[in-house]
């Protein structure tokens, strides 16, 4: 569902109004700042080229408005988690190399062969491929996926050779083309941990037994974000760059602007209520905060309706250069600030006032990584949870727009420095 920012209403044979002032809630993204994060990326993967991946709406970001960013930026192909992603990236008029690797039975195999979209192979997909190739009258174009490790997606390495081997017959009937071999790492994340090693290992393991078969590759891909920085050995052909693109650190260690990146996001919405209430006054559901003394209530209309984790209390919200923690219970549609003891006046020049729930963070602002440690978990889920109800807009949608030579804290950082910098952790 999505909801539309401001809505012309009308009243039975009254004219419609139309308001157009500024938007109650809305997430603001910033292209620029993804094509500014596409270009890091493409500077540390050189020679090997960069995917965007732009999977569940491009973690919040939006899916068609962020792949055009990064393909202006120099990615090349573009990464989804499900054809039917991919199938609404080309009725966009996207026309880049796109690759899709999460299927299910039902999965639209057919549509995916039809509109040249890439499919990654596991093991029992194989099949289902070739028999939408047949159907399509066109040969597929697959990605072979081996299990280095993580567990979940990818062909065993003992089975590895027979899937191969298939794939190299069905190809020699002319029903597809072993366009890529890839694998996925499961501790990038943590640098230090010998298992990337093993990973990695096994990786070329399997592409020796795939050249060996005469497999012929365009692309071998393993390194996402945090082996994109820290591990240069895992970049191949290709590079597949998630949440880095967002401008968002995958490392404890670092900071976005530690690695030169930028974050795209911006959750801002409007105070829409300031009250002030004797101590001792009970705040949101529970009544699980009091006040402390008498002071002034603030009413942020964002909610986990709007995907802010019900479990976030203690998140920061910022309010004219001041942040202040959540307090109480977060509802479905609103959580509470204290503001502290105000007078009648100030407390009325705070109602409307701008709130920031996360940003680029550039002036000590609240930034996605606070809200992540505030609900126990990690940026990643923090901007994909932002829902549809939050309308997102975007600035600097045209390639070089005012932004684009601006200079930032994280602008700042060359590619080779954010990669020693990642190197180091």
Not at 21 to 47: C, K, M, T, Y
Not at 224 to 234: K, V
Not at 372 to 393: D, F, K, L, Q
Request: glycine share 10%.
């Amino acid at each position: 569902m999505t909801y539309e920012a401001a809505a012309d209403i009308g009243i039975g044979s009254k004219p419609s109004i139309a308001k157009t002032a500024v938007l109650e809630r809305s997430a603001v993204i910033d292209l620029e700042a993804v094509r500014h994060n596409v270009r890091q990326f493409a500077g540390i993967a050189s020679p090997a080229n960069v995917m965007a991946v732009v999977k569940a709406d491009a973690y919040g970001h939006g899916a068609v408005q962020v792949a055009r960013a990064a393909l202006e930026a120099g990615a090349t192909w573009l990464g989804v988690a499900h054809i039917s992603e991919a199938l609404a990236l080309r009725a966009a008029g996207l026309d880049a190399p796109m690759l899709a690797w999460l299927h299910t039975r039902e999965s639209n195999f057919q549509a995916a062969v039809a509109a040249g979209i890439d499919v990654g192979v596991s093991g029992w997909e194989l099949d289902a491929v070739v028999a939408a190739a047949r159907e399509q009258e066109r040969p597929a174009r697959v990605h072979l996926k081996i299990d280095t490790g993580l567990g979940r997606n990818g062909c065993p390495i003992a089975d590895w050779d027979q899937l191969v081997g298939q794939a190299m017959e069905y190809q020699d009937e002319g029903l597809l083309r072993v366009v890529g071999i890839f694998s996925h790492l499961a501790v990038a994340d943590e640098p230090q941990r010998p298992e990337t090693d093993q990973q990695l290992a096994v990786f070329r393991e399997a592409i020796a037994i795939a050249e060996d078969a005469g497999v012929d590759t365009e692309v071998r891909h393993i390194a996402n974000t945090p082996a994109t920085l820290s591990r240069p050995d895992s970049h191949f052909d290709l590079v597949r760059v998630g949440l880095g693109i967002y401008g968002l650190s995958p490392f404890q260690g670092a900071t976005s602007a530690e690695l030169g990146l930028r974050p795209a996001m911006t959750v801002r919405t409007l105070v829409s209520n300031c009250k002030t209430v004797p101590e001792g006054q009970g705040v949101s559901y529970g009544l699980n905060y009091h006040t402390a003394g008498r002071t002034t209530l603030g009413l942020i209309p964002l909610g986990y309706a709007d995907g802010v984790p019900r479990v976030a209390t203690g998140g920061p919200i910022r309010v004219n250069g001041i942040t202040y923690p959540v307090v109480g219970r977060i509802a479905m549609d609103q959580m509470v600030i204290d503001f502290g003891p105000l007078t009648p006046e100030q407390a009325a020049d705070l109602k409307g006032a701008e709130a920031v729930m996360f940003g680029e963070g550039t002036d000590d602002g609240p930034t996605a990584d606070d809200w992540g440690r505030a609900a126990g978990t990690i940026n990643y889920e923090i901007v994909t949870r932002i829902s549809p109800r939050v309308p997102r807009t975007y600035v600097n949608e045209s390639a070089g727009g005012p932004a684009a030579g601006a200079e930032s804290a994280a602008g700042s950082v060359r590619p080779s420095e954010a990669a020693a910098k990642a190197a180091s952790l």
